[in-house]
């Protein structure tokens, strides 16, 4: 995103990879997308 163009948008901190493990089986199933942290807290 670039820097400036909307005042109510709060900025990226992190992004990373998720992965979801199974709470049944145990099993991982990895790139199951981005996540995005802002720094107000929320994520996408």
Do not use: T
């Not at 995103?1 to 199933?29: L, W």
């Amino acid at each position: 995103m670039i820097k400036g163009i909307r005042s109510d948008v709060s900025n990226v901190v992190q992004a990373d990879e998720f992965e979801y493990k199974d709470p049944v089986d145990s099993s991982v199933s990895k790139h199951q997308g981005i996540r995005y942290l802002f720094e107000d807290g929320s994520r996408l």
